[in-house]
């Protein structure tokens, strides 16, 4: 007999005809042999609803009495749950938050879950009874027993602590889509339905995911092992199943304040090519890859970043053996990529480094914790490194620094992040087959391999900054970024140039980043008032912006993704104005007018519509 948690979402449980349906499915499952617990949200827009009343006394309501009011959302939509259920003949009981005993840290309206009690919930298992557990909620570790939330969405988080703590075979998430598409279908009608997508590659598409599975519940589902499956509550289609890497064994003693950052990952096997001033105009990047893919030379960070000229820099990194090839290979291409440019800055050059390393930070955790990154430039300046590559994606910091430094590094970066070192490991995650483990009524049929490409993301939210000529020195990201943080303000992609300025005798970088377009302001400001007294030049702002990003882990191994992508924008004239990148993510930030279309572009580059191969 197999223990399930099901989650319902707010629409699934939006009227008394569709609560009355979930209790229909919940009793089927029952009855094919599964001990079931159910995890609900409020019903409709209820909590919108809610938060709409506050604001309409307070524009700031006081934290603490908001999750005394989000929080009746969903003991509603528990309590008549459990009514349909003992009205069809099902024994069911509905516990609150606090009454199953979901412990969390005393952080109103964004609480983390510390603990989770299972025995009551197991005492009425044993019962018989389907037990009904409110999402969103949990009491806080203090004396005083206060209501919690956990943040918007956090019901799905709720399920996966809940799975987790109970050892479930599995947590099914169900949902008003049919599971996880390639892309946002009102963007790309052809957009298709996922089988399964591992929990790295849903992490990294935070920003197409977040709305149909909380990247809590992913990170949770991932550092435990929990099979997850995001469905449809409409239909009996097979949905999504979001599959994790056979985890380490974790105490569920802080269950989800584990850390900011899992893992600090460094690989010493890099050499880096820069070309410098490169002209900006579409194509560049698509040929210079394209001929390095044709190569068969697999390179790993790419970053391009934006400067005051008509030109770019464009770098990367390849294994040491790989160096010279990709040099010859960029010196080849670069008279014909230079073709009808002045040099207002000097020659097109190649510049190739091999006395490099690279080091990482990954882990969901960063996901709306500001502050992270800062706090690992940080941690580098004090140890007297200095950064020559930045590169960010969702959840990892990669930064490539002197191989010298390497060591002194990693040990201050574990040292920080209280974690263990990893060398970077290339082999893809172990591709785990939820069916075999776990018999159930829908068994998912993981994909034969991993495809180079499982989903594209496009983001029409976000500003680009610059800062100008900053003095190259350590520390100097590590102040700048820790600004922004003290701001409570997320920062994106992060990328530092490759050129150098030489201004009144000291060496200075540009370093580009993106932010949420609502915070643009603000950083913009903190940014102006700190740049004189850090020796930094002016801040350039760009609102129309649009960032379009490829996920999947197969990329690892498919020398040329990046260029595909690249070529897709170039056939279309559409210019790339940044590259960042992670191991198994791509990001380019266009022209917003461009965004749509990019999308639209690179879907169909890598046939996720599901046409055949050419
Ligand atoms: N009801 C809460 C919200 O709307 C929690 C959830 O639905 O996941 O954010
Ligand atoms: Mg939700």
Redesign the pocket.
Known sequence: MALIVQKY??TSVGSVERIQAVAQRVVQTVEAGNSVVVVV??MGK???GLVKLANEISPHPNRREMDML?ST??QVSIALLSMALQTLGQPAISLTGAQVGIVTEAEHTRARILRIKTERLERHLKEGKVVVVA??QGISATDDLEITTLG?????TSAVAIATALQASFCEIYTDVSGILTTDPRLVPDAQLMAEITCDEMLELASLGAKVL?PRAVEIARNYGMPLVVRSSWTDEPGTWVVSPAPQVRSLEGLELVHPVDGVEFDTDQAKVSLLRVPDRPGVAARLFGEIAAQRLNVDLIIQSIHESNTNDIAFTVTKQSLKQAEAVASAILPALSTGITHPDGEAEVMVEQQIAKVAIAGAGMIGRPGVAAQMFSTLATAGVNIRMISTSEVKVSCVIDEADCDRAIAALCATFNVSKSTVSDQPSPHPTPHTLHPTPHTPHPAPHTPPVRGVALDLNQARLAIRHIPDRPGMAAELFQLLAAQQISVDMIIQSQRCRVINGITTRDIAFTVGQMDAEVACEVLKQAAPKLGCGEIVVDREIAKVSIVGSGMVHQPGTAARMFEALADHQINIQMIATSEIKVSCVVAKADGIQALQLIHAAFNLAGKPEP
């Open positions: 979402g707010g949200s409020a209820t909590t919108d989000l959302g969903e999402g969103f918007r969405g956090g019901s799905d909380h």
